[in-house]
């Protein structure tokens, strides 16, 4: 009203101005039905899965519409990194005077191939800068340190907007994958290459070879230890900076069982999941992630999925202070549960994963009721 001409506008009489915004839902509704987050007819605007999370998400409807057309069963990490990189969250992500040829040191010294054409593009930038936190390579200025901490801080509701993405479409190999992806940024680690020992931050390589002799490869291992035989394995190496590390990880032990259930009169199987931290001193919901940039809570994923024919069935996401009892439906239109599995994922720690058959669950109550 104030500054019709900034809008393109003549003058500010309402005959112009509702034909402008008329013009401006109409063009709206357009792009988002284009790019897949809503559907329309004429009495009616419905929103679809793309739609939600991007509005759950505070993400761009073209992010959202960009992973729609990107992500499938099978897509891998170095694919879902190009993808994260690629979200217009980081179209503004500066690339200053001559830092093109930071990029190319940089794309010289990381794991994964980038557009060497594009040096000067905001997203092949972000793509190395989250390349060299996986590997903590040295950053050339301290301007690539604050950029990373904002392309970090950003990922978190980008990567969960992928998880739900795929978690919608039953996907569970891209659904973990992805998962991965959040443990490597919050970690600043490689899943599939480092060790999640690398975690505690008071390992070294002499330590790690040592820990790896003895056929230790994880921390979920050496919390399963006594503190007696860790002391043995550790050796000369300073035991109070080693426990004290290692106090920062939890110890999470589940129960399940298998109850019936009487929902609005339809009688239907449901998980009952008891989740609890066994080592008392990390009864905090804090996570230990010393390579990210601002504080977070401990949350994990619920997967209930089947690994023979990578579907999933169920996603949830939980936190816990100490303990916690939550309860999953199986799905009603199964005729068996074989190959069924419910994982327990980390949002925050690499290695950490659980496994528990439903399938051997299911058999092992028949055989108990039997009996």
Same mark, same amino acid.
């Given at each position: !009203?104030?500054?019709? @001409?900034?809008?393109?506008?003549?003058?500010?009489?309402?005959?112009? +101005?509702?034909?402008?915004?008329? =013009?401006?839902?109409?063009?709206?509704?357009?792009? +988002?039905?284009?790019?897949?987050?809503?559907?329309?007819? %004429?009495?009616?605007?419905?929103?679809?899965?793309?739609?939600?999370? @991007?509005?759950?998400?505070?993400?761009?409807?073209?992010?959202?519409?960009?992973?729609?057309?990107?992500?499938?069963?099978?897509?891998?990490?170095?694919?879902?990194?190009?993808?994260?990189?690629? @979200?217009?969250?980081?179209?503004?992500?500066?690339? /200053?005077?001559?830092?093109?040829?930071?990029?190319?040191?940089?794309?010289? /010294?990381? /794991?994964?191939?980038?557009?060497?054409?594009?040096?000067?593009?905001?997203?092949?930038?972000?793509?190395?800068?989250?390349?060299?936190?996986? $590997?903590?390579?040295? #950053?050339?200025?301290?301007?690539?340190?604050?950029? &990373?901490?904002?392309?970090?801080?950003?990922?978190?509701?980008?990567?969960?907007?992928?998880?739900?993405?795929?978690?919608?479409?039953?996907? &569970?190999?891209?659904?973990?994958?992805? !998962?991965?992806?959040?443990?490597?940024?919050?970690?600043?680690?490689?899943?599939?290459?480092? $060790?999640?020992?690398?975690?505690?931050?008071?390992?070294?390589?002499?330590?790690?070879?040592?820990?790896?002799?003895?056929?230790?490869?994880?921390?979920? *291992?050496?919390?399963?230890?006594?503190?007696?035989?860790?002391?043995?394995?550790?050796?000369?190496?300073?035991?109070?900076?080693?426990?004290?590390?290692? *106090?920062?990880?939890?110890?999470? =032990?589940?129960?399940?069982?298998?109850?019936?259930?009487?929902?609005?009169?339809?009688?239907? +199987?449901? #998980?009952?999941?008891?989740?609890?931290?066994?080592?008392?001193?990390?009864? =905090?919901? /804090?996570?230990?992630?010393? =390579?990210?940039?601002?504080?977070?809570?401990?949350?994990?994923?619920?997967?209930?999925?089947?690994?023979?024919?990578?579907? +999933?069935? @169920?996603?949830?996401?939980?936190?816990?202070?100490?303990?916690?009892?939550?309860? !999953? %439906?199986?799905?009603?239109?199964?005729?068996?549960?074989?190959? !069924?599995?419910?994982?327990?994922? $980390?949002?925050?720690?690499?290695?950490? %994963?659980? %496994?528990?058959?439903?399938?051997?669950?299911?058999?092992?109550?028949?055989?108990?009721?039997?009996?």
């Amino acid at each position: !009203m104030v500054n019709p @001409a900034y809008y393109g506008l003549e003058n500010a009489e309402v005959e112009m +101005l509702n034909s402008y915004l008329s =013009r401006l839902v109409q063009t709206t509704f357009e792009d +988002l039905e284009d790019s897949g987050c809503i559907k329309m007819d %004429e009495e009616n605007v419905e929103p679809l899965v793309l739609g939600t999370i @991007a509005s759950q998400y505070y993400l761009s409807y073209m992010t959202v519409s960009m992973f729609g057309s990107n992500i499938g069963p099978d897509t891998s990490l170095e694919m879902f990194l190009h993808i994260l990189s690629g @979200a217009s969250e980081y179209d503004e992500l500066p690339v /200053r005077h001559n830092e093109e040829n930071y990029n190319e040191a940089l794309s010289g /010294r990381v /794991r994964y191939m980038v557009d060497k054409n594009a040096l000067d593009d905001p997203h092949v930038k972000a793509n190395l800068l989250f390349q060299a936190h996986f $590997s903590q390579l040295e #950053l050339p200025i301290s301007d690539y340190v604050t950029d &990373l901490k904002s392309v970090l801080d950003q990922s978190i509701r980008i990567i969960q907007a992928m998880i739900d993405i795929c978690a919608n479409s039953g996907w &569970l190999s891209a659904s973990v994958t992805c !998962m991965h992806l959040m443990q490597m940024v919050m970690q600043g680690l490689w899943f599939d290459k480092d $060790s999640s020992l690398q975690m505690l931050s008071c390992m070294n390589e002499d330590l790690l070879q040592s820990l790896r002799k003895r056929g230790i490869s994880t921390v979920q *291992q050496l919390l399963d230890l006594p503190g007696a035989t860790l002391q043995a394995m550790i050796g000369n190496f300073p035991a109070s900076r080693f426990f004290q590390d290692l *106090q920062n990880f939890p110890c999470i =032990r589940m129960k399940l069982k298998v109850e019936k259930k009487d929902i609005d009169g339809r009688k239907s +199987l449901a #998980l009952k999941i008891k989740l609890e931290k066994t080592n008392r001193k990390q009864n =905090r919901s /804090r996570a230990f992630t010393p =390579r990210f940039p601002k504080l977070k809570d401990e949350a994990w994923w619920l997967v209930l999925g089947n690994t023979s024919t990578f579907a +999933l069935y @169920a996603l949830k996401r939980v936190s816990f202070s100490d303990h916690l009892v939550t309860h !999953m %439906e199986l799905p009603s239109t199964l005729t068996s549960v074989q190959g !069924m599995k419910l994982m327990l994922v $980390s949002d925050c720690y690499v290695g950490f %994963e659980q %496994e528990h058959s439903v399938e051997e669950l299911v058999k092992s109550q028949l055989t108990e009721a039997s009996d």
